[in-house]
């Protein structure tokens, strides 16, 4: 990128990279503390020990799950559209060093 320092280019690679964990990570906890809290929630109405914050945390296990999964498929996903013959030769620009 014209312009941009050495330090500038380093920061925004890194930021490139941290974004979605950064993305997950805050998904997970969110979803965790929704469904958590509601069982919770729904427990105190009902008047139950814990069995339906048992079955939140286990929602919010699986949303987790299920947020970890998209970002799987997130990732690899330009890496499912390279031509393998143009990575084996080192002709496609994901083979180009970092600046």
Not at 20 to 44: N, R, T
Not at 50 to 58: C, D, M, N, R
Not at 60 to 69: C, K, N, P, T
């Amino acid at each position: 990128m014209p312009g941009l320092h050495q330090e500038d280019k380093k920061a925004l690679t890194e930021q490139r990279r941290t974004g979605p964990a950064v993305g997950f990570g805050s998904s997970f906890a969110v979803g965790m503390a929704i469904f958590a809290f509601g069982g919770h929630w729904l427990d105190k109405k009902t008047g139950r020990e814990s069995f339906f914050t048992l079955i939140g945390i286990s929602l919010g296990l699986l949303y987790g799950a299920w947020e970890l999964w998209k970002l799987i498929v997130m990732s690899n996903e330009p890496a499912a559209r390279k031509d393998p013959a143009e990575v084996e030769n080192g002709k496609h620009p994901a083979n180009d060093p970092p600046e």
